[in-house]
């Protein structure tokens, strides 16, 4: 993405680690209004090259001062708490733009297949760096490379809840936060509570590639820039219910994400809340959209890395509309 003068720009070093009702915004937003967001990666920017290593998740913390920055947080006009959700609309996310690489890691503690109880040692913290070429991330392996077709994303996206601010580490279904879901990419509209005055709406932690559950503990960790539009809505005129959406113009999805619950409650929240947008915005009965739902809806799953957990339940549109 070159500099463009036609779009306002919020630089990448407007971060922020918590999703904070009592922050102080970085910028102002119209309603309707396209922006280009930079975003830094979930360390800050301090990854160079492979010697840079991280032995814990306490570690990253003390040496960074956090994980997973967000580029905000960002007030938006006319945004009303409990009345009006806030939308993202993705246009473009351009991984890598100014090192031309990302990377991923393994560290204690952190990832689907660890556990802090267990009485085995976990495998020695090590970093890869990955570089991004023309949509190819160049991964390491076997004494060459591997590509793997760029699908960048934004590992993390959210609201300021309403009362205890929370680390931009964490999810909840009332910030939505770090879920991890690849289906955060361009094309994509995202639907956010507003919980406070304004929303205080921020994004980041950008992912060149990633699988379904984040299995490692790291994604393809990178810097973007990414090119959205951010407007409101009323909660009845999004059909919002409970949870925050995603939505493209070939689906319409739901996220449960929350700290510490398992993932088969997980999926059902998703679902729960996709069945009642079904029954109050598209016509749907209660039991036609249950059934409907289980023939035909997927579900997508974010993180496995406990104790965070988080999923995307969608149906196509052609069902529903």
Same mark, same amino acid.
């Given at each position: 993405?070159?500099?463009?003068?036609?779009?306002?720009?919020?630089?990448?070093?407007?971060?922020?680690?918590?999703?904070?009702?009592?922050?102080?915004?970085?910028?102002?937003?119209?309603?309707?209004?396209?922006?280009?967001?930079?975003?830094?990666?979930?360390?800050?920017?301090?990854?160079?090259?492979?010697?840079?290593?991280?032995?814990?998740?306490?570690?990253?913390?003390?040496?960074?001062?956090?994980?997973?920055?967000?580029?905000?947080?960002?007030?938006?006009?006319?945004?009303?708490?409990?009345?009006?959700?806030?939308?993202?609309?993705?246009?473009?996310?351009?991984?890598?733009?100014?090192?031309?690489?990302?990377?991923?890691?393994?560290?204690?503690?952190?990832?689907?297949?660890?556990?802090?109880?267990?009485?085995?040692?976990?495998?020695?913290?090590?970093?890869?760096?990955?570089?991004?070429?023309?949509?190819?991330?160049?991964?390491?392996?076997?004494?060459?490379?591997?590509?793997?077709?760029?699908?960048?994303?934004?590992?993390?996206?959210?609201?300021?809840?309403?009362?205890?601010?929370?680390?931009?580490?964490? =999810? %909840?279904?009332?910030?939505?936060?770090?879920?991890? *879901?690849?289906?955060?990419? +361009?094309?994509? !509209? /995202?639907?956010?509570? #507003?919980?406070?005055?304004?929303?205080?709406?921020?994004?980041?932690?950008?992912?060149?590639?990633?699988?379904?559950?984040?299995?490692?503990?790291?994604?393809?960790?990178?810097?973007?820039?990414?090119?959205?539009?951010?407007?409101?809505?009323?909660?009845?005129?999004?059909?919002?219910?409970?949870?925050?959406?995603?939505?493209?113009?070939?689906?319409?999805?739901?996220?449960?994400?929350?700290?510490?619950?398992?993932?088969?409650?997980?999926?059902?929240?998703?679902?729960?809340?996709?069945?009642?947008?079904?029954?109050?915005? =598209? %016509?749907?009965?209660?039991?036609?959209?249950?059934? *409907?739902?289980?023939?035909? +809806?997927?579900? !997508? /799953?974010?993180?496995? #890395?406990?104790?965070?957990?988080?999923?995307?339940?969608?149906?196509?549109?052609?069902?529903?509309?």
């Amino acid at each position: 993405m070159s500099e463009r003068t036609d779009v306002r720009r919020i630089k990448r070093d407007q971060i922020a680690f918590f999703f904070d009702a009592q922050a102080e915004p970085v910028a102002t937003v119209k309603p309707g209004e396209r922006l280009i967001l930079e975003t830094e990666d979930a360390h800050c920017g301090h990854v160079r090259d492979a010697s840079t290593v991280y032995a814990s998740l306490g570690e990253m913390f003390e040496r960074v001062g956090g994980v997973n920055p967000i580029t905000g947080p960002l007030f938006v006009e006319e945004a009303r708490a409990g009345r009006d959700v806030i939308t993202v609309q993705i246009h473009e996310v351009v991984p890598g733009p100014v090192q031309g690489q990302g990377y991923t890691l393994l560290s204690a503690g952190l990832g689907g297949l660890v556990s802090n109880y267990s009485l085995q040692q976990p495998l020695p913290p090590k970093m890869v760096i990955c570089k991004i070429h023309d949509g190819i991330v160049k991964f390491p392996a076997r004494g060459g490379y591997l590509d793997i077709p760029a699908r960048p994303f934004l590992g993390t996206i959210g609201s300021a809840p309403a009362a205890e601010r929370r680390f931009t580490f964490y =999810h %909840g279904p009332d910030f939505m936060g770090n879920v991890d *879901l690849p289906e955060v990419r +361009a094309g994509s !509209t /995202i639907v956010l509570p #507003v919980n406070v005055d304004g929303g205080l709406v921020g994004l980041g932690d950008g992912h060149a590639a990633q699988g379904h559950g984040e299995i490692s503990g790291a994604a393809i960790e990178c810097q973007t820039d990414t090119e959205v539009t951010i407007d409101v809505m009323t909660r009845e005129e999004a059909g919002y219910v409970g949870l925050p959406q995603i939505n493209t113009d070939e689906w319409i999805g739901s996220v449960a994400g929350f700290s510490g619950v398992n993932l088969g409650d997980v999926v059902r929240a998703a679902y729960i809340d996709l069945i009642h947008r079904l029954e109050r915005q =598209h %016509g749907f009965t209660l039991e036609e959209a249950y059934l *409907l739902t289980c023939q035909v +809806a997927e579900v !997508t /799953i974010g993180q496995v #890395v406990d104790p965070l957990y988080s999923a995307l339940v969608r149906i196509d549109r052609r069902y529903v509309e």
